[in-house]
Nanobody, 120 residues
Framework: QVQLVESGGGLVQPGGSLRLACAASGSIFSFNAMGWYRQAPGKQRELVAAITNGGSTNYADSVKGRFTISRDSAKNTVYLRMNSLKPEDTAVYYC??????????????WGQGTQVTVSS
């Protein structure tokens, strides 16, 4: 059973930084892609950043230039470095991993979420 465990959330002032980590129970290269999503109260969950097995990355327009997704294969961990944080970045951040399989052709795994609050 795949497990994704997030850490690194917390309370930070506007303009501050945080680094989220997502530790996978197996090799991160067993997934086609891994990413970070977020969900603010009353809003739908949205993709923040993703990285493919080949290393390609993509970001939501709202975080481009401020957030960076990276990985450490030795630690089976994916990171999200968040700089210049804004109050609108406040949300629960979820780690996601997907691989080929299942009825639909894609199997997704989710972490439990970590709260990020940007407030003065």
């Amino acid at each position: 059973q795949v497990q994704l465990v997030e850490s690194g959330g917390g309370l930070v002032q506007p303009g501050g930084s945080l680094r989220l980590a997502c530790a996978a129970s197996g090799s991160i290269f067993s997934f086609n892609a891994m990413g970070w999503y977020r969900q603010a109260p009353g809003k739908q969950r949205e993709l923040v950043a993703a990285i493919t097995n080949g290393g390609s990355t993509n970001y939501a327009d709202s975080v481009k230039g401020r957030f960076t997704i990276s990985r450490d294969s030795a630690k089976n961990t994916v990171y999200l470095r968040m700089n210049s944080l804004k109050p609108e970045d406040t949300a629960v951040y979820y780690c996601n991993a997907e691989r080929t399989g299942g009825i639909t052709g894609k199997i997704e795994y989710w972490g439990q979420g970590t709260q990020v609050t940007v407030s003065s």
